[in-house]
């Protein structure tokens, strides 16, 4: 029996192509008899695409994420990242590939004892950046999602939004190859939601392989990426270009 084709986005971005950054084969995870937040996913996301993840709530978004930033391990089937099988890997590789993955999380997951400006730091100062190279870089960044003005605020101070735009910017600060991102712009307005988007353009301009789920439709149909859609754990590629590739 010849094995199931996978889904494959189309790259219209100018960075993309080559081998895939991000597959998954015949991937399967259920967290009870009978339930399954994922169903025989296969997908290939080549380096240098920007693709939207979109899907009802309950769909499997934040599950497919969480397999590719490697914090759960699927039922069944491969992953395979930076062309690395993740279950053949021993911890240190797989530290060293964390390090290559920025996350934007939906509960945004700041450090709450710290400031904005040191929650964005952080990535910097764990990578052994001096601080007049992270003063700069997170004193423009936070100008640029529109915290000049919050520097010093700790979290439980701030609304959601602007706690959104400081997970957003601590994700992106260190330039990682890869970002994903479970609704970066769920707490924002229309006008940010673009601005944080053009952020996300210019990371995948320079070539940042990006993956952002969302329920914001009218964003999708705005930028005009391609997406995977999600429906009841199984993986639809919705874009009028996508094409069917063999899985090997």
């Known amino acids: 029996m010849s094995a199931a084709p996978a889904a494959r986005v189309p790259g219209p971005t100018p960075r993309a192509g080559g081998d895939p950054l991000i597959r998954l084969f015949h991937v399967s995870k259920s967290y009870a008899a009978g339930q399954f937040a994922l169903r025989d996913v296969s997908v290939e996301i080549k380096k240098g695409e920007l693709v939207f993840l979109t899907g009802p709530s309950g769909a499997g978004k934040t599950t497919l994420l969480r397999m590719i930033y490697l914090a759960e391990r699927p039922t069944r089937g491969t992953v395979s990242l930076f062309d ?10 797989l530290a060293n590939l964390r390090r290559k993955i920025g996350i934007v999380f939906q509960d945004f997951r700041l450090v709450d004892h710290l400031s904005a400006f040191d929650n964005v730091a952080l990535p910097l100062r764990v990578a052994g950046v001096d601080e007049v190279r992270v003063k700069a870089h997170v004193t423009e960044l936070l100008e640029w999602v529109g915290l000049a003005d919050h520097l010093e605020a700790k979290p439980a101070t701030l609304s959601g ?55 914001n439709e009218a964003l999708v149909a705005r930028r005009g990426h391609p997406r995977l859609h999600l429906d009841n754990g199984r993986i639809v590629v919705e874009s009028p270009l996508a094409r069917a590739v063999a899985a090997s």
């Open 161 to 215: 939004g602007q706690k959104q735009r400081m997970a957003i910017a601590r994700a992106v600060i260190a330039g990682p190859s890869l970002l994903l991102a479970d609704e970066p712009t769920g707490n924002v307005d229309d006008a940010m939601a673009d601005r944080l988007m053009r952020l996300f353009e210019e990371m995948n301009r320079l070539g940042t392989t990006l993956v952002l789920a969302t329920h």
């Open 84 to 93: 690395q099988d993740v279950a053949q890997l021993p911890r240190d590789a």
